[in-house]
């Protein structure tokens, strides 16, 4: 396993645990709605897929911001130089388009994931502008190859979408209140990782790898 990919793990997982609280308590709270289990489970993926992009994309959190763009607007430009990267942004990507029309309805139309794909990786390569100087460039080819890795996403689901495991996952139903929560869910599964990513992550992300330099030195940190 190299470095990058054991980064990428610990970040996420310090992420995730920083998310999951809110999780139980949204689940709490919308007990009302009766959710098919399957659907809160599947919720639960997505919110850790949703925390590996932003790690993976090096998402500025509050305490790193620093105005430093840096730009490549030329399609595939140095792919070869960076190939590990660029096929991180592709694969993080796949679950995404899986999970997306899998757990709402409204984004099983093609147009639908794709578009919610584009916004969400501009919005990605945007926030770069704000990262630490060097650790970050807003680049083309990345919203390309996340886009390529969401189609992949959806073809799966294409694939699996009649297969016994499947049903229920999705929230779309008569009941009109399941429907207008389905609205929004999606939405709301999104920007909770963000905020907690942009505000928390750095401090468990630092006690995680203060327990394993702990560990692995065997001197306290």
């Known amino acids: 396993m190299s470095d990058s990919t054991t980064v ?106 794709f578009f919610a794909a584009l916004l969400f990786s501009v919005l990605i390569e945007l926030s770069q502008i704000f990262c630490i100087e060097s650790t970050a460039v807003t680049d083309i080819t990345d919203i390309i190859m996340n886009i390529f890795g969401t189609m992949v996403g959806y073809f799966i689901f294409l694939r699996a979408k009649d297969l016994h495991f499947m049903r229920r996952m999705h929230l779309h139903t008569k009941n009109s209140r399941r429907r207008h929560l389905s609205k929004w869910e999606v939405y709301i599964y999104f920007f909770i990782p963000w905020l907690i990513t942009f505000l928390i992550t750095p401090f468990i992300s630092n006690k995680i790898w203060d327990v394993i330099l702990d560990t692995a030195v065997g001197i306290p940190i």
């Not at 995730?16 to 308590?25: C, K, L, R, T």
């Not at 595939?76 to 990507?93: E, L, T």
């Open 8 to 113: 990428l793990i610990v970040n996420t997982f310090a992420a995730y645990i920083g998310v999951i609280p809110f999780m139980v308590i949204f689940q709490v709270a919308f007990r009302k709605y009766k959710l098919p289990r399957r659907h809160q489970f599947g919720l639960y993926l997505y919110a850790l897929v949703i925390c590996c992009i932003f790690m993976a994309s090096n998402t500025p959190s509050l305490y790193q911001i620093n105005f430093s763009p840096s730009f490549n607007f030329i399609p595939f430009y140095g792919f070869s130089d960076s190939f590990n990267h660029y096929m991180q942004s592709f694969f993080i990507f796949v679950p995404f388009g899986f999970l997306l029309p899998t757990l709402w309805k409204q984004f099983q139309p093609l147009k639908k994931t």
